[in-house]
């Protein structure tokens, strides 16, 4: 068995609305290993997000313990799961959340910055990621002047730029056509070619195909964990 | 995130949305340059009062008999005897009528003795003071505050024309200059010898000024006159005395603590105003936490810490803050200007005043952007990712 990027050991995730409690996830445990690349598959309220926001440090569970690149969530403050967060997380979101008034660059230089990297060094490695995705002529564009699948593009230059052990994409093709969204699919594929750790969240079957490893979660709790070690096409 | 990099997002966000932040800036802008011109009104308010008061003289005090026969010739040689007593000189005063080719007016006489000049220092606009000598003294001559010599219709060009003064024939030799804070009122003034020929009776004198040596001796040269006085008026209770002595020093300080009292005062109330901008700035900064709360939720995953965030809330707040108190102060300055050449008063752009204006806008902005900046801190990244 190789290095855990992922570990949750039955993991329970309530949230209290009034006097009502709502049951996210019912006890759930999941391995992610290094290199793999993973799909939490199901319908809305299944409990994915949650996941999601577990996995990628931005939730705390209810109980169990939560541990990604072999630190357990439990055992840290803010400011350390910030750090957890900034290291070891890169984060593409269904709606791209490419910050306003930022470059494409600046957006991506952005997580560098906030580690305290010098400004000059971290758009040197921005642009260079930016380049590496096909967006090297796109560097002083804002957010406004960007497709779509150019703003994915950048936002997931964003989350790699950290260089993270995890790379964590919610629906990022959800707001794209299909071709954009296949062109994303790809990208995603190639990086975990490289070697990259990839868990993607997605309600869309054909999406999750292009994972190796799906796992399908209905209620709060694992229903199905499937791999395939051969590549299936996007749609 | 280096300090420039938070004060380059902060200014970007500031230029992106122009008029928000205009308005937002006002609250301050309207507040510094009310502080910055009134303080500078205060001052030169001041300055005003000094001169004029210099102008009479810090280092003199005058006794003013509140009787006809209070004070004596002999009162004002003794005082010129006491220690630390410079010169001294006397008047007698009182009120008459003078005409001129058919204009006539009530004036105020002043009959002066010949150290007058010395010690009082009028500035003569046109023409000349009267005779010091003391061959001179019977001479029927007369100085004519400015505003008498509009009365009687008298000009520049009238030097040497006679006029009369309670019908009797006097030369007139020269005007004040009245702008100068002396003589403001309608007087004439003559020799002490020609007024006491006119309307004054010998030996007695209406007021005696005296100079100290110095403005440091002023309060022991009060003391003796006040002691000689005493022992020679005999009075037992201030209420019989029949002089009251005036100390220009004592004046100036009083004048002096008035107007700062009052500068102070209206400064506050301005002060008030920027108060009510910096609040003015912590609503807008609420409004755009709650606006940005997505944002703030990207930050945090992909690594901001809430110390992060919150300076780069802080400094938006700050950054607007003091971009008002700057524009505030030089429209403040320019006002000031204005004033001062309405005013009549020395403009000059005081360091302190600079201080005090970008100083208190940036603690304004301090104050009222923390509630905004810590509220964005505080919301947790799931939450505010999820906030639509």
């Known amino acids: ?235 | 995130m280096t300090p420039w990099l938070i004060l380059r997002m902060a200014l970007q966000r500031i230029r992106a949305s122009k008029m928000r932040s205009a308005l937002t800036m006002l609250g301050i802008i309207i507040g510094v340059t009310s502080v910055v011109a009134l303080i500078s009104v205060g001052q030169g308010a001041q300055q005003g009062i000094d001169e004029s008061l210099a102008d009479l003289g810090a280092n003199q005090i005058s006794v003013t008999a509140t009787t006809p026969d209070g004070l004596q010739d002999s009162d004002a040689a003794n005082i010129a005897a006491l220690p630390n007593v410079l010169r001294v000189s006397s008047e007698v005063r009182s009120n008459g009528s003078a005409s001129f080719e058919g204009n006539e007016t009530s004036l105020g006489l002043i009959g002066v003795s010949p150290g007058y000049e010395a010690i009082a220092t009028p500035t003569v606009a046109s023409g000349r003071f009267l005779p010091a000598a003391p061959g001179a003294q019977s001479a029927r001559v007369a100085v004519l505050s400015a505003v008498a010599a509009d009365e009687l219709g008298m000009r520049f060009d009238n030097l040497g024309d006679e006029f009369r003064i309670n019908g009797v024939a006097f030369q007139f030799i020269g005007v004040l200059d009245d702008a100068d804070g002396f003589g403001g009122g309608g007087n004439v003034y003559i020799t002490q010898t020609a007024a006491r020929s006119l309307f004054a009776k010998s030996p007695y004198v209406s007021v005696i000024n005296v100079q100290a040596t110095a403005k440091e001796t002023v309060d022991s040269v009060e003391q003796g006159v006040e002691s000689y006085l005493r022992a020679e008026k005999g009075f037992v209770d201030d209420d019989d005395a029949e002089f009251i002595i005036f100390n220009q020093a004592a004046l100036q300080d009083a004048v002096n603590t008035v107007t700062g009292t009052l500068s102070l005062l209206i400064t506050g109330i301005a002060g008030i105003s920027l108060v009510v901008g910096g609040i003015g700035i912590m609503n807008i900064m609420l409004v755009s936490v709650r606006e940005r709360t997505r944002e703030i939720g990207v930050r945090r995953a992909i690594g901001a810490t809430q110390g992060q965030i919150l300076v780069q809330f802080l400094m938006e707040a700050v950054v607007l803050s003091l971009m008002g108190g700057f524009i505030g102060l030089v429209i403040g300055e320019l006002a000031s200007f204005g004033l001062s050449r309405l005013g009549d008063w020395d403009f000059f752009i005081d360091p302190a005043t600079v201080t005090l204006a970008l100083g208190f806008s940036a603690f304004v902005g301090i104050v009222f952007g923390v509630w905004p900046a810590r509220t964005a801190a505080k919301l947790q990244p799931v939450d505010a990712l999820r906030f639509e």
């Open chain 1, 1 to 235: 068995m190789g290095e855990l990027v992922v570990d949750l050991r039955n993991v329970r995730r309530e949230y209290q609305t009034g006097d009502v409690a709502t049951v996210a996830l019912a006890g759930v445990s999941l391995q992610v290993e290094r290199g793999e690349f993973v799909a939490i598959v199901g319908p809305s309220g299944s409990g994915k997000s949650t996941m999601m926001n577990l996995i990628g440090c931005l939730d705390r569970p209810t109980s169990g313990d939560v541990i990604v690149a072999r630190k357990n969530v439990k055992d840290l403050n803010d400011k350390e799961l910030t750090a957890l967060r900034s290291k070891a997380i890169g984060f593409v979101f269904q709606q791209f959340q490419l910050l306003p008034l930022t470059s494409a660059v600046d957006n991506v230089a952005t997580p560098l910055l906030y580690q305290g990297i010098g400004p000059r060094e971290a758009r040197r490695r921005a642009a260079e990621m930016l380049s590496k995705l096909g967006l090297g002529d796109r560097l002083d564009f804002d957010r406004s002047r960007l497709s779509g699948g150019q703003q994915q593009r950048v936002a997931i230059s964003r989350a790699l730029v950290t260089n993270p052990d995890l790379v964590l994409a919610d629906e990022p093709t959800g707001a794209l056509d299909t071709a954009s969204g296949e062109a994303v699919m790809n990208t995603f594929k190639e990086m975990n070619a490289d070697g990259r750790t990839i868990v993607l969240i997605t309600h869309d079957l054909d999406v999750a195909a292009a994972a190796k490893r799906r796992v399908y979660i209905r209620d709060g709790l694992i229903e199905r964990d499937e791999k395939s070690d051969q590549m299936v096409g996007v749609r």
